[in-house]
């Protein structure tokens, strides 16, 4: 006799949308689903999200690092600092939109989701 959960599917479903939001790797799943504009509108929100969120903090990394290489010594310092606040910063947030989808909860953040709905458009 085969146990039959119900909800099954909205687990494997979670569970597919957290793999979007693993940092750095999730990027590119979530860069290949826009793409091929594949995947239903909750995989398509979650990607564009996961894109925009490593799009500013890989901008936010380049000018933070090439600052310190054109700095002095105790400015150099403080920008690599920054930089790897940043960089945790950009892991914790993913780590905090894994929990939140995990909850239910909405994974809108004023300005972020605005810069991912912005993606959307100006694919169309």
């Known amino acids: 006799m085969r146990d039959r959960d119900p909800f099954r599917e909205q687990k494997l479903q979670k569970m597919k949308l957290s793999l979007y939001l693993l940092p750095i790797v999730g990027t ?12 239903d509108a909750k995989q398509r929100e979650v990607s564009r999200l996961s894109v925009s969120v490593t799009l500013i903090w890989f901008i936010v990394y380049g000018l933070l690092w090439t600052g310190a290489g054109q700095s002095s010594e105790i400015i150099s310092f403080r920008l690599l600092y920054a930089n790897a606040i940043a960089t945790s910063g950009y892991f914790f947030f993913c780590c905090l939109l894994t929990v939140r989808l995990r909850q239910n909860k909405s994974l809108r953040f004023p300005g972020i989701s605005k810069i991912a709905d912005e993606l959307e458009s100006e694919k169309s």
């Open 28 to 39: 590119f799943l979530s860069f290949w689903t826009l793409a091929r504009r594949e995947g």
